[in-house]
Each structure stands twice: as C-alpha cells, then as structure tokens.
C-alpha cells in the first residue's frame, strides 16, 4: 500500500496495461516548473508532452520570477514554489503570478529542496548543514546538527516509501558519496553505502521502479533501495547533470547545466533504466539547474485533466488491482 500512496495522480493517468498484462506508460503531458541559476528571470515553467513511443515535445516555455538566487525547487504544502536562494535566503513563489516572499535558512546557503515525509521542507546546503523548514514555508528555518557518520554534507535528500532518507554529497560536478541519513528532532545522521561514483548529486526516489534514480556529471544511475548500490547506469551524456524529477510512471527529466533537458522512457523495464527504450534530449533554456518533483513527495499533487477522465471511467480500479499485485522490482 505504501507503493501506491507514493504514486502521483498524474503517473496513474500514464499507466496502461500491455498484452500480458503488465503496467506499462503511455503517452503523457504536463507541466514542469524549473530553476535557472543565473540570469534576471529565474524560475520558469514548460509544459511537456511525449507521445509514448517516440516523440517528445517542451512547448510554452514561460518565465515566472525574478528572486535574488534559485537552485532546487519543490512544492509546499499549499501548492506553493519553495526555492533554494543560493543563499541564506529560501523563497515561497507563487506559481500563478510570480510573486514571492523570504525567509532565512539561519545561516547555511540554501540549494536543493526536498519534502520529509512529515511535510516539512528540507533545504540542503553545498556545504554545510541541512535546514528544516514547516510545510509552507512560512517561517525561518532551523538549521541541523550533525550527529555522527560517514558524510555531513547533504547535497540533495531523497526519501523512498518506507519513509528511508537518503542523500548525495558530490559538491558540484556530480562524483562523490551517497548513502542513507536518519532524522531524529535537529539532528542528523548518516551511513554511506557508495564511495566516489558518479551521478552523486541529485535524486530522486521513483514509486515506478522502487529505486533512486540519481544524477550528476554525465551519468544517470538507478540505485536498489535494498542494497544501497547502484544497480544500473546511463552514462556518456555531454555536460554535468544537477538534479531531476520523475513521474511514478517510468518517466524521467534530468536537468543539465549546459541548457539540456534528457528525457527518458523506461516504462517497459522498470528494473533496468539501461534498457530504456526511448531517451531524447533538447535544450530548454541557458543556466538550467534544478526540476520541480512531478511526483511523490514535493510534488504539486493536482490531477490532470486526463487523470480524472481515467478515474470516471472506472480505469483506477484496473490500475490499484495491478498495483497490489505487481512485485518489486528490486
């Protein structure tokens, strides 16, 4: 059940049955909302659409604010932007309008964003501790203590379906450690289960597969939450991967400092992302940094319009009864 709470509204809309009766991903549309760390206007949004074979299409590419400093970016609790300022400073935008308001992370600088499992809002720093925050970003935020382990520096802070943390700690570039981290009150602990491997700097945690899916450098890796090691790997990809997002159904968007956005289908063998069977890259803007979640945990959560026709028809109750039968992937 905790496989199926962690699935988006938007990835079920996705989701078809195939001859013999696997979950397999078709087409999807969609709007993603992403940062740019240079230049005035700063957080954007795109819509998507791939055709679920071989097409897809970023169209409406739309500036919404200009903040003094935007890194990762996540959804509060109210369907508001939370952003990483690069700085002392994290930001609450509103997606409607762009209008935005402050507050201090208490001294670390703010970069990647993600959503614990209790709502509070996570804002890691490169270097230095993580900070939390409330579910809406409304107030200051308190930063943690380390308590002990293997890395201190957090670069980005996934959680998977047992409610399990993990980060990265790459500083920039992408290679470096990744590991599990354990929350209790204002501290933090950590126990590291890679030691120097590439796509060590963002991530994300994927319902679909049951894996973290991490980025960084030229590489995209799929990691076991079982084991802690990575299982499977695209590699050879021009520039250096920041982080990205996935959609709880075989989709994946991985943003790239050099202005590229790789998309990747690997629908049809969640256990294997080297075994994609569609990846297609295109530039989406200059500066491009970090990618909202499209799904689970710091995800907006507002269905699409395709999503509620599926539920009228009566398709969700196909969807849950694969799902409860489906085993894990790894």
């Avoid at 796509?199 to 802690?228: E, L, M, R």
Wanted: hydrophobic share 35%.
């Amino acid at each position: 059940m905790m496989r199926f709470r962690f699935l988006s509204l938007a990835g079920l809309c996705a989701l078809v049955l195939g001859p013999s009766g696997q979950l397999l991903a078709g087409p999807t549309q969609g709007t993603m909302y992403y940062t740019t760390f240079s230049g005035g206007v700063n957080v954007h949004k795109v819509d998507f659409n791939y055709n679920g074979t071989n097409s897809f299409a970023l169209t409406n590419n739309t500036g919404l604010a200009s903040i003094g400093g935007a890194d990762g970016i996540v959804f509060t609790s109210d369907g508001f932007l939370a952003v990483g300022g690069q700085g002392s400073t994290v930001y609450r935008v509103n997606p409607a309008n762009g209008s935005s308001t402050s507050q201090s992370t208490g001294g670390p600088a703010a970069f990647h964003m993600s959503v614990a499992p209790d709502g509070s809002i996570l804002a890691a720093s490169i270097p230095g501790q993580p900070v939390k925050f409330n579910s809406t970003l409304t107030n200051n935020g308190t930063p943690l203590t380390f308590a002990g382990g293997s890395d201190s520096v957090l670069d980005t802070i996934v959680f998977d379906s047992s409610g399990q943390g993990w980060y990265t700690d790459s500083s920039s570039g992408g290679n470096g450690n990744f590991g599990k981290v354990n929350f209790s009150g204002n501290t933090y602990s950590t126990i590291r289960t890679i030691t120097g491997a590439a796509a060590t700097h963002g991530a994300a945690y994927d319902s679909f597969s049951n894996t973290i899916i991490t980025f960084g450098a030229g590489t995209i890796s799929q990691i076991s939450v079982s084991t802690g090691q990575i299982i499977h790997s695209l590699t050879g990809f021009a520039g250096t991967f920041d982080q990205g997002a996935v959609d709880g159904a075989g989709h994946i968007f991985a943003a790239n400092n050099d202005g590229n956005l790789t998309f990747i289908d690997y629908s049809n063998s969640p256990g294997n992302l080297s075994a994609a069977q569609f990846v297609n890259t295109q530039f989406l803007a200059n500066s491009l940094d970090d990618v909202a979640p499209l799904s689970g945990l710091g995800s907006s959560g507002v269905p699409e319009p395709s999503t509620m026709a599926l539920l009228g028809a009566g398709g969700l109750s196909w969807v849950v009864y694969r799902l409860r039968r489906r085993k894990q992937a790894v």
